[in-house]
């Protein structure tokens, strides 16, 4: 079982960078595909990016291309999301969420096993 738990979220204008992170525990985070996800109020849960067990393949949703990057470091047990130039439609608030497996469709949020409690992100116009 993995444990996760979000941080760096918060307030920042338009055009701002936060990097986010994800800590788990669990001596198996190294084998686990890892993912970001995002809800705005009113809406549903969206898939954010994704990256492999060794970091070596990376999937992003179109709307956060050339702006966000995912990564991590197995060695911390953590994974991150650099969020660059920052919109307000990025508003929501941020999970990061686990998959036992690498999936040809990415972005079903059922699919992930273990899930954090969420950070909020709000991008001020």
């Known amino acids: 079982q993995v444990q996760l738990a979000e941080s760096g979220g918060g307030l920042v204008q338009a055009g701002g960078s936060l990097r986010l992170s994800c800590a788990a525990s669990g001596r198996t985070f190294s084998s686990y595909t890892m993912g970001w996800f995002r809800q705005a109020p009113g809406k549903e849960r969206e898939f954010v990016a994704r990256i492999s067990w060794n970091g070596g393949s990376t999937t992003y949703v179109d709307s956060v291309k050339g702006r966000f990057t995912i990564s991590r470091d197995n060695a911390k047990n953590t994974v991150y999301l650099q969020m660059n130039s920052l919109k307000p439609e990025d508003t929501a608030v941020y999970y990061c969420?686990?998959?036992?497996?690498?999936?040809?469709?990415?972005?079903?949020?059922?699919?992930?096993?273990?899930w954090g409690q969420g950070t909020q992100v709000t991008v001020s116009s």
């Open positions: 969420a686990a998959d036992t497996k690498w999936r040809a469709v990415p972005s079903r949020a059922y699919e992930y096993a273990y």
